[in-house]
């Protein structure tokens, strides 16, 4: 799909949720061959939020699938018969970042949570919501990289973070701990700054991320507990050329581009 084409889908996404009934949050979900894990992720996720006394918020669960070549969006399409809040985005590409920023784009709470379907962390849910409602942050990162963050993910994961943040570090001035993965952010806030992201792919939370420290926006990290329940959907050493391509990518649109 051109750049042209895709702004027009995400220019529709966005009007279409400001037409909609608004709900406080919006957990926005990336999903890509997610078959095995989907209902029971979703089960649990709904479960614990429905049990939680401290969470008195309304609600919405969009599940952005891209370009999956197994079942997920047959599980996720069966999902919604029993789960009102669920909304199911489908594109044929295979490309998280692009899905990410869409799920954002038709998310139609004044909050939006970004999670993973093998995390579902509740508990980063209310510690992030205190620091929104309650401390006045634009936007809470959940690291894996902070010092009582409980990441048991395999060494060379750990590693491949400690080295993309080392990069964001020496070529875009980078302040924090890590980019990828959890995070809440107010969305009447936060909204310019995904409008100016312009790599997609891995990347696109990285930018996200980045541009939002250097457009002075409040924010800060929380650490996370992070024990996936399934090996990565895609391999991380297939992943290295795209990423390495678009950090490159980053680098020239913030250093140069934006200058």
Request: charged letters at 35%.
């Amino acid at each position: 799909m051109s750049s042209k084409a895709k702004k027009s889908v995400e220019n529709k996404e966005a009007k279409k949720a400001s037409e909609e009934e608004s709900v406080d949050i919006s957990i926005v979900i990336p999903i890509y061959n997610e078959e095995g894990i989907l209902s029971a992720s979703v089960a649990d996720l709904t479960e614990k939020l429905k049990n939680d006394e401290e969470f008195n918020y309304s609600y919405e669960l969009i599940l952005s699938e891209n370009g999956s070549t197994d079942s997920t969006v047959e599980v996720a399409r069966k999902l919604k018969e029993t789960h009102p809040e669920l909304r199911l985005l489908h594109s044929s590409e295979p490309n998280y970042g692009l899905a990410m920023r869409r799920g954002i784009l038709a998310a139609r709470g004044r909050i939006v949570i970004c999670d993973e379907i093998d995390l579902c962390d509740t508990d980063f849910y209310r510690r992030a919501l205190q620091k929104l409602d309650g401390e006045g942050y634009d936007l809470v990162v959940g690291s894996k990289a902070l010092n009582k963050s409980y990441d048991k993910r395999p060494p060379f994961r750990k590693f491949a973070t400690f080295v993309l943040n080392f990069l964001f570090r020496v070529f875009l001035d980078f302040r924090g701990t890590d980019t990828h993965g959890l995070k809440a952010f107010k969305k009447d806030r936060l909204l310019e700054v995904v409008n100016r992201c312009l790599v997609d792919k891995d990347l696109f939370a990285s930018e996200f991320v980045i541009r939002a420290e250097r457009m002075r926006f409040r924010m800060t990290e929380i650490p996370v507990e992070v024990i996936e329940k399934r090996p990565p959907s895609i391999n991380l050493v297939r992943r290295v050329p795209n990423v390495l391509k678009n950090l490159g990518r980053l680098v020239w649109v913030i250093r140069v581009i934006d200058r």
